[in-house]
């Protein structure tokens, strides 16, 4: 190996190298199983690139030859099926359609077994026939970057649209596996441009796999927030909603009736969220709506229940031994919070301001059996019949439940 080969080669570890300590940087920030699953895709990948560059022959001279052979007769294999059974899972329809589905299940299968196969093969074959064992497992290497690619084209067809740039990395992967096995087979069949070729492809397929990961790991992420309205939870602001909420609220009531205490339900009607929904455009209530949570809960702290009744009805519940003491001052800051007007953005980047109009109502229970509906009801009514004043002067800020 001369030396252009050998600083050919170490550039492409080195871009490995690099990738795997963010993959591994991800791993400990996020600890989710796809950071896992990517950090594994891109070890045994990369090790299967790093053998076949013959750098291990180099850098490591007393490794045992059967060793190396076993290494780059399975390690090939394998990444495909892998990489086969990570692209349907990426993809997400291999139940919805049957030919992804049959090529990522069987393709997965038969290069996993493959790999096994040969890298009996490898260790028992002799030294006269180790350049067949190699030729035929660049064969089947090939075949999963085939069966890759066909899934990938598939799925473009059906309307994902990021599986076109899926196939522009298996393009990438393509001429990848042709380089290395091309040098693997042929040391000197290679100049020093194909080999710059074969390790950039390398570096750029994974660069764009782990770009489309990222970009379908956050088109997830805002699914799951959307989802969250089912499982009780509001997307814009993250406050309980529903049968959530009740619970919450149920507990509450709960407490003070153990403690003997009384149980005050606050309920905030939010009169003209909507209003600036045909200037502004439809959709800025939920920058509204994530305001107005947010200062909702610096007035209350975070002792207390707070959620969302519906989207212009916030309800706190406070259980307190000093309610009569403490609902007075809360309402202070409830009115001096909220009634600030907030700036909002609108279509085209444009700024509008949101004076909000909002009134306030309170129940009080002293202990017992309450049915929940019923005092968020009750609030709601109060709160529909009163309307919000400009405060005269300023306001402390701090937690419902400070001394001073």
């Known amino acids: 190996m001369n030396s252009s080969e050998v600083v050919i080669w170490s550039a492409m570890l080195g871009g490995l190298v690099t990738l795997a300590i963010v993959a591994i940087a991800d791993v400990w920030v996020n600890r989710t199983v796809a950071s896992w699953r990517g950090l594994f895709f891109l070890v045994l990948t990369g090790a299967s690139c790093v053998v076949l560059s013959g750098l291990p022959d180099l850098l490591f001279a007393g490794m045992s030859p059967v060793l190396l052979m076993v290494l780059r007769c399975s390690l090939g294999p394998l990444s ?7 692209l349907g899972l990426w993809l997400g329809n291999t139940a919805e359609d049957t030919r992804i589905g049959a090529t990522v299940v069987s393709g997965s299968l038969f290069l996993a077994a493959s790999a096994v196969v ?4 490898a260790s028992t074959t002799s030294p006269d026939m180790e350049r067949e064992v190699l030729a035929f497992t660049a064969i089947i290497t090939c075949l999963s970057v085939a069966m890759a690619l066909y899934v990938s084209v598939r ?13 522009i990395a298996g393009f990438f992967l393509a001429v990848m596996v042709a380089g290395l096995f091309t040098h693997a087979l042929n040391p000197d069949s290679l100049n020093a441009f194909a080999m710059a070729l074969t390790a950039l492809s390398m570096v750029v397929f994974f660069l764009v796999v782990v770009a489309l990961t990222i970009s379908r790991n956050r088109l997830h ?100 031994a000093k309610m009569k003491a403490t609902i007075a001052r809360l309402e202070a800051r409830l009115n001096h919070l909220i009634a600030k007007p907030l700036i909002v953005v609108g279509v085209n980047n444009a700024y509008h301001t949101f004076v909000p109009r909002f009134g306030i109502g309170t129940v009080t229970t002293q202990g017992g059996v309450a049915d929940p509906t019923t005092l968020m009801d009750e609030a709601e009514h109060l709160a529909m019949g009163r309307e919000n004043e400009p405060q005269d002067g300023p306001m402390t800020t701090g937690s419902l439940f400070d001394d001073s």
């Open 80 to 86: 495909g099926a892998v990489a086969l059974n990570y």
């Open 118 to 121: 040969l890298g009996i093969v």
């Open 155 to 167: 799925a473009t067809k059906l309307g994902d649209p990021l599986a076109r740039w899926m196939v």
């Open 221 to 320: 992420r805002q699914l799951q927030r959307l989802a969250g309205l089912a499982q009780g939870t509001d997307s814009a602001t993250g406050l309980p909603t529903g049968s959530v909420l009740m619970s919450k609220v149920d507990d509450a009531l709960w407490r003070s009736t153990r403690t003997n205490g009384d149980c005050a339900v606050i309920c905030i009607q939010l009169r003209n969220l909507y209003e600036l929904g045909e200037i502004a455009g439809h959709g800025i209530e939920h920058q509204i709506l994530a305001a107005m949570s947010a200062r909702v809960r610096r007035a209350v702290g975070f002792r207390c229940v707070v959620g969302l009744y519906h989207p212009r009805c916030f309800i706190v519940v406070i259980s307190s």
